[in-house]
């Protein structure tokens, strides 16, 4: 293996000027520059090359083409000053390369918008009209360009002819296959062959590109968006082939090939570019053609899982291969994350008998052969017929390609392919197997701290939230929270369930601005607020108007949006207040979905004195109640209210017998470019509805008689007779308490549920009683709590709207 690298490293050159030499001349000038950038990908060992050309102001150096992954990954600028301190013009202006490692760029003027990996620039000038441009490629190796890169360089920029303005840019008649889209309005200009391979006339075309995307096959509507959507590319050259619907038979493949051009702001204002039949146009897709659309897709994977599949669509099929893994290295085993075919029966008895769930993993030490890869980091090409361990000789009998995934001088995985019948390994299928390795491993080592830090993220946002809900009496509640992939900052969405006294339950749900620590932080203290607030037994807009006080009073210059929602379950009613956020769904027992529109207050934290206005609820047993954030029915597609109808219809079609099921039904299409918080909650009743009596002590000097004779009195109309002199004992006491040390009204109330008999003394006091440690012989006082809970099942204090509530509850024996 080692004179076969020696003797590629040596004739890398050579080959690479045959290449550019075999390129024909009868390409258009911006597909043949396509075709040299390429080419660095290839024998430059590159990840990016493009070339800056002048732009319309003489002194800026606009990006005219690029290939491999898009160039924000490494923090470059559609344009330079050409009598800037950029590489690129410094290059230009001299008329020599410029060569650059991690230690020059960190100390170079765009040092702030450079990522966190180490990687190593070169800039090289090139000849033309007005000055001429400049080459700039990327590496990711860690010994940068070595000097066969260079020379490979030097050819490729020698190659290079500076384009002319497009057609359809110069203001010239629109060619047949070509379009011309205006980023900022969707408005699109196109050939009549295009309009031919979509199935339209010129009288049935409006002009919009979402009569276009509507005729396409949805599956691959994602892929056709992120390409007509500018917020999301460099400029540079895109390529990806799509399905158009046909009236009969199957889909019809279509390849497009586009170009983004700046705008005068230096952000895409136009797309244009081909499109064509994409079984006419395959024939003249190459191995470099391939390693820069697998550049592209790994670019926009985020996951080790999307890498993986990445690299398998990218090599499987164009190889013919018949079997393709990929793994992750832990310590001494390999994580498989994707298997193609994934069958058991597809792969070597070893893997079947190492299986794991839905993928298997192996020891290196088993495999030799794929250890020493790992080893030296070099892939490793076994032909048919070559001596491999049991492990290996069955994934490919007629060939093995075992390539290290590895960056930054660490091997993160590997990738086998395997042929069942003889393959013969050409030159250029191994600089595509060389190449695909590397953009593989730097792909997956960012993917895999990707997933890392999104893991820490997720964890981070499960802290702040309830760990498990409660029960309740008459009731069952679940909940969801998915945090967004679009980056790995926390978000401010959160729910609770919040148990209150007299089979009270509340349900809160909200919304705090911004995805950052600032607004997570934010939102564990409304949270905790909103809960505080509500044990102490506040009405809904009083609880709502203590958080906006509270929020006002930290001095943030964020706002945060709640749903608060109080539900008596012996009732069936519900009153609720809403700060700025979604209303509740409602869906009844008889399938029938409701969406109330009452009039709510402004989101907490904008008004000081803001007006909280209640709305109220009734709930039939069966009823199933949703409260969600925006994250799950708002999008660039949709309003507010056809998110809110599609939740709805969602939840009519849903059985709430399983509610885990529903919630889990109802996020499986949540965008996830945004936290996304589901609190349900569905009203059963309760199956033995409490007795209650309440009676207002007045402060007379037989208060505590008179409470004991309404006490018997209600004893005796429900019928108890058990434990009559306990009940009143603790009448007596609490009473007596509330009466000699508070001020202000006082209340009894009783409730008798499920042979538990329960008496509750409110006072206006929020001090709670002490019990005594120890009390003298002679003590005149300070028995009534012993006494309270020598007799008692149970007993507590519970703060009531700025006072307290002192129960016991005294089980009866039948």
Not at 29 to 54: H, I, N, W
Not at 65 to 83: I, M, Q, W
Not at 300 to 326: C, E, H, N
Not at 507 to 523: E, F, R
Request: overall charge negative; charged content about 25%.
């Amino acid at each position: 293996m080692a004179s076969e690298g020696a003797e590629g490293r040596r004739t890398r050159t050579p080959r690479a000027e045959l290449a550019l030499k075999t390129l024909t001349t009868d390409l258009d000038s911006r597909e043949r520059l396509r075709r040299v950038l390429e080419q660095a990908l290839v024998f430059a060992a590159a990840t990016f090359a493009g070339v800056y050309t002048p732009g319309a102001e003489t002194d800026l150096l606009c990006l005219a083409e690029s290939v491999g992954v898009p160039r924000t990954v490494y923090g470059l600028r559609d344009g330079y000053p050409a009598s800037g301190g950029a590489p690129v013009a410094e290059a230009r202006r001299s008329g020599h390369p410029v060569w650059l490692g991690p230690e020059e760029l960190a100390a170079g003027c765009d040092a702030r918008r450079l990522p966190t990996g180490e990687f190593h620039l070169a800039a090289l000038p090139v000849r033309g009209e007005r000055g001429g441009g400049c080459l700039l490629a990327v590496s990711e190796q860690p010994a940068g360009f070595d000097p066969d890169d260079r020379a490979c360089l030097a050819l490729i920029a020698e190659a290079v002819a500076i384009p002319v303005p497009d057609a359809a840019v110069a203001g010239g008649e629109l060619p047949a296959g070509s379009f011309d889209l205006a980023m900022d309005t969707g408005r699109v200009e196109v050939g009549g062959d295009i309009l031919t391979l979509f199935g339209l006339g010129p009288d049935d075309f409006d002009g919009r590109v979402e009569t276009l995307l509507g005729l396409t096959v949805p599956e691959d509507l994602p892929s056709l968006m992120s390409v007509v959507e500018a917020d999301h590319l460099a400029i540079g050259d895109r390529e990806l082939e799509f399905r158009v619907l046909q009236p009969s038979g199957p889909p019809k493949w279509l390849r497009l090939r586009g170009r983004l051009l700046p705008g005068g702001d230096g952000r895409p204002a136009r797309l244009v570019g081909t499109v064509g039949d994409a079984s006419q146009l395959r024939s003249g897709v190459n191995d470099v053609a391939r390693v820069q659309r697998l550049a592209a897709a790994l670019a926009m994977a985020g996951t080790v899982r999307d890498v993986s599949q990445a690299v398998v669509a990218a090599l499987r099929k164009p190889l013919r291969a018949d079997r393709i893994a990929l793994a992750e290295l832990e310590g001494d085993r390999l994580v498989v994350t994707v298997l193609d075919p994934p069958e058991p029966e597809s792969w070597p008895e070893l893997w079947r008998q190492e299986w794991r769930s839905e993928w298997p993993d192996a020891p290196v030490r088993a495999m030799p052969t794929l250890a020493a890869a790992l080893r030296e980091g070099r892939a490793a090409i076994r032909p048919a017929g070559s001596d491999l361990e049991p492990a290996l000789a069955e994934v490919g009998p007629g060939g093995l390609a075992v390539l290290p995934l590895s960056a930054g001088g660490r091997v993160s995985g590997a990738c086998l392919i395997g042929w069942d019948a003889p393959h013969v390994f050409g030159p250029d299928e191994r600089a595509l197997l060389t190449a695909s390795a590397g953009l593989a491993g730097q792909a997956l080592t960012r993917a895999h701290a990707f997933d890392a830090e999104h893991e820490l993220v997720g964890m981070l946002q499960r802290q702040l939230l309830p760990r498990r809900l409660p029960r309740l009496p008459g009731g069952v509640a679940v909940a969801r929270y998915l945090p967004t992939t679009a980056g790995l900052e926390v978000g401010g969405d959160w729910y609770d369930v919040i148990p209150l006294p007299d089979n009270h339950v509340a349900l809160v749900i909200g919304d705090v601005q911004g995805h950052n620590a600032g607004a997570a932080t934010l939102m564990g203290q409304m949270r905790t607020a909103l809960r505080a607030y509500a044990v102490e037994g506040h009405p809904p807009d009083v609880v709502v108007s203590h958080a906006n006080r509270l929020l006002i009073d930290l001095e943030t210059d964020l706002f945060a949006t709640c749903c608060y929602v109080d539900v008596d379950m012996e009732e069936g009613s519900a009153w609720y207040v809403r700060a700025g956020h979604l209303p509740p769904v409602l869906r009844h027992p008889d399938g029938t979905t409701e969406i109330p529109d009452p009039d709510g207050g402004p989101p907490l934290g904008v008004v000081t004195q803001a007006d909280f206005p209640m709305s109220v609820l009734r709930l039939r047993p069966g009823t199933v109640l949703a409260l969600t954030t925006d994250g799950l029915v708002e999008s660039k597609e949709a309003d507010i209210d056809e998110g809110l109808d599609r939740l709805a219809h969602g939840l009519a079609l849903s059985d709430p017998a399983h509610l885990g099921l529903v919630a889990d039904a109802l996020l499986g299409n949540a965008r996830r470019d945004d936290d996304v918080a589901l609190l349900l909650m569905r009203y059963d009743g309760l199956a033995t509805r409490p007795r209650r009596e309440n009676w207002t002590v007045w402060r007379v000097p037989e208060a505590a008689r008179h409470a004991r004779r309404f006490t018997r009195r209600t004893l005796r109309v429900w019928g108890v007779t058990d434990e009559v002199d306990t009940i009143l004992l603790v009448v007596s006491e609490l009473v007596t308490n509330a009466l000699v040390h508070t001020d202000g009204p006082v209340r009894l109330d009783l409730t008798l549920v499920n042979q538990r008999f329960r008496v509750a003394v409110a006072d206006s006091s929020p001090r709670t009683p002490a019990k005594p440690t120890s009390i003298g012989w002679e003590a005149t006082g300070g028995r009534g709590i012993l006494l309270v809970e020598a007799v008692s099942a149970a007993w507590g204090t519970v703060p009531v709207s700025g006072g307290k509530q002192v129960w016991a509850e005294i089980a009866l024996d039948r």
